[in-house]
């Protein structure tokens, strides 16, 4: 088969995307990896096939010459209508009418218009069987729906997409016939019409869902087609240091913050030298990963603290006995996947969502970024390294994890479905 995967530039996002690709190469399928001129290096680095389509442009600066700054006010969690996932209360017509109106205008629009006409056009040269998107590239979509592939999306967090447009379809089939907007699909629509087709609902969620959770750590919209897979962890080309080779003499608690802190938002939401202070006292060895931007804050550094700018995660977890995180997916995930209790410090989109799951799996702790003082860090750091039922909680999530099929082996189904969808269409290779 030949696949098409589409993404915006983000370097967390592709590398949750790398090792299906992997797989679907390696079983002997075709893939091409397509996104912005600027994204393609980072997409080669990882072995792939890059396609240029579009071209590039900044969207920090379109959202700020608009008075807004959409990337801050998800440090405050979801924004609407993707809140419902978190909070159901709020699905109302109005607000997740509003929630749409806004979405489409602020993410779906400058994120996808600049690749839409390169994609469209390489996919009906290039004809491939199967598209998978993630869930910010609706581009990929609209490719698949004008060269007649079967496409999927495939999750990278909590599918608070699904989830929300559920609750906006019910709530759309209450309104009254003449009142029944829906912005996704009025812009989605035009799309499809543009290039030969009419809308129809797949355009929002994929002929099917390739999830990379355990049912514990997700949230699932009624109706969906979930198709799920262990989590694979890859952080880029890496190397191994030495320090790394063999697990340490004391716990080991490793401390990342993400990248996102630094590479969208203005720096850290914890005060990293408060807390280097406080877990410099016990008798452990922190290995944190802090930015260099972060780091030139420091006026010390406590001798149980080893500092490096980066360490490939899934080499440096196993070695652990907790880590502190912010609860990003791929971090959350690939410490999940080795049995390594946690402690959760949340601060944008649905990692709030994420750590309360983690909880909920006693695997985890969660502060609030409100609360996540040196001192309340300590004092859990030494709750969870002094409580073994932390570590039977994440022992019985990474079995969980474990029974998922892999990349390699949900290649097969993949084959099946797009069988299945592609000749549902009466189109395609």
Known sequence: MRILFTVNPGTSIFQAMVPLAW????AGHEVRFASRPGFADEITRAGLTAVQAGRDFDLGRVLEAAGENLFEAARSGLP????????????TWDHMLQGYEQTVQDVEKPENFPIVGGLVEFARQWRPDLVIWEPLSSAGAIAAKACGAAHARILWGIDVFGVARAHFLRLKEQQPEGERSD????????????YGGEFTEDMTTGHFTIDQFPRALQAEAPGLDYERMQYIPYNGPSVVPGWLWEKPDRPRVALTLGLTATDIFDGYTVNTQELLDELGGLDIEVVATIADSEKAKL????????LVPFVPLHVLAPTCDLVIHHAGPGTLATVARYGVPQIAIPYSFDEPLFAQKLAD???????????????????????????PSYARGAARLRDDIETLPTPNELVPRLEELTAKYRSATGEGL
């Open 361 to 387: 799996a006693g695997a985890a702790v969660w502060i609030p970024n409100s609360e996540a003082t040196g001192s309340a860090i300590r004092d859990q750091v030494l709750k969870l390294l002094g409580d």
């Open 183 to 194: 912005p996704l699909a009025e812009w989605l629509g035009g799309y499809a019409r543009k």
């Open 23 to 26: 797989a679907l190469r390696t």
């Open 299 to 306: 006026r010390r550094i406590p001798d149980n603290a080893r």
């Open 80 to 91: 609407a209508p993707w809140d419902v996932a978190h909070a159901p209360e709020k699905a």
